[in-house]
C-alpha cells in the first residue's frame, strides 16, 4: 500500500507516516490500486469483485462517527450537510475530524 501510493511522490512513499497512508477516500483508492477504469459505478452492494467484510471479534468493540462529507460544498447545501461520512472514533488514519461529534459521543458514554 505505501508502495501504491508513493507511485506519485517523487521519494516513492517512504516519508509517509503510517496514518497518512489511507487517510482518506482518494489514498485509499491509491493505496489499493483501485481506479476509475477498475470499479468506477461498482455497486458495493451487489459487487462479487470488491467488498468490505466485517471481522467479528468479541474483543474489539468501537464507535462510528457520522457526520457530513468533506469538500462537496459545491452540490449545494442539502447534500454536503447529509450524514455521509462514516469513521471509527479515534482512529489515526482519519484525514479531518469532526471534533464537535465526537466530543458528543464521549460525552454521552460517561
Not at 517512504?14 to 493505496?31: D, H, M, R, Y
Not at 462537496?72 to 479531518?96: H, M, Q, T
Request: with cysteine; hydrophobic share 30%.
Amino acid at each position: 500500500m505505501r508502495k501504491s501510493r508513493g507511485s506519485r511522490r517523487k521519494d516513492g512513499g517512504v516519508s509517509l507516516k503510517e496514518n497518512q497512508i489511507t487517510n482518506g477516500p482518494s489514498k485509499l483508492c491509491q493505496a489499493l490500486c483501485i481506479e476509475k477504469t477498475s470499479l468506477n459505478m461498482e455497486d458495493m452492494a451487489e459487487s462479487n469483485r470488491f467488498w468490505v467484510q466485517d471481522e467479528i471479534n468479541e474483543n474489539s468493540s468501537f464507535q462510528t462517527v457520522i457526520t457530513s462529507r468533506i469538500g462537496i460544498d459545491s452540490y449545494g447545501k442539502e447534500w454536503a450537510g447529509k450524514p455521509l461520512r462514516f469513521y471509527i472514533l479515534g482512529n489515526k488514519s482519519v484525514s479531518v475530524r469532526d471534533r464537535e461529534i465526537e466530543n458528543r459521543i464521549l460525552t454521552s458514554n460517561g
